[in-house]
């Protein structure tokens, strides 16, 4: 799992988080021309807070907590001029991430990496605006050829076995949320942490970002 010229990034596209990560993703792999290795993840989706139980302590405090990350996404989404839909979704994303393997393979048998980016830019984009059915295999597959990759074999129940052995993989290297950057023998988890990826991948110039 380590990489001494790439970034392996594992996102989930039915996560707020790793559709924020996106754009800041990219512009450091363009700055420090770095190739992305993008990975399926799944993680469970968050369960919103219980209007009836407000009245507890406990729960009026996981209240609040709710709260301040539904603000807290809402702040960086308009930064990004990105839409957010309901953050409390919680779609099957397995064609999707089927999706995403199936694009690395074709990209890599005929050597056009920027169908993966976007790939990627396009399933998040049309799932976060509302515009498109993640769970919906055809649509799946119309992004697909979207971003330029041939689809006509493209099979998600056949890719099934090989993204459980993708997401093994991320855990054995310790990833437990998303996203996630493994850079060489290093992992961080969020995007709060791409000023330090960009500072270890620079050579530690100037100041850490402390």
């Not at 993680?43 to 807290?72: C, I, M």
């Not at 119309?142 to 041939?150: C, M, P, S, V």
């Not at 099979?155 to 437990?176: H, I, N, S, T, Y």
């Amino acid at each position: 799992m380590s990489a001494d010229s790439k970034i392996v990034v594992a996102v989930d596209f039915r996560q707020p988080q790793s559709y924020l990560a996106i754009r800041p993703t990219r512009q450091l792999a363009k700055d420090l021309d770095v190739e992305l290795d993008w990975r399926p993840f799944p993680v469970p989706a968050p369960s919103p807070p219980d209007p009836a139980t407000e009245g507890e302590r406990g729960s009026r405090h996981l209240q609040l907590r709710a709260r301040y990350v539904e603000q807290d996404l809402q702040r960086y989404a308009d930064v990004q001029g990105l839409v957010l839909g309901d953050i409390y979704r919680s779609p099957d994303t397995a064609t999707a991430n089927a999706g995403l393997l199936w694009a690395k393979r074709q990209s890599h048998s005929h050597g056009e990496s920027a169908s993966v980016d976007r790939y990627v830019d396009a399933l998040f984009s049309a799932y976060w605006d509302g515009s498109f059915d993640i769970e919906d295999a055809s649509a799946v597959v119309d992004k697909l050829e979207e971003a330029g990759i041939d689809a006509d074999s493209f099979d998600p129940e056949a890719l099934r076995g090989d993204v459980d052995r993708c997401v093994d993989e991320l855990k054995q290297a310790g990833v437990v949320g998303a996203p996630a950057y493994l850079v060489a023998d290093q992992l961080f988890i969020g995007r709060a942490h791409l000023p330090m990826i960009r500072w270890l991948l620079t050579d530690r110039q100037d100041a850490p970002p402390i």
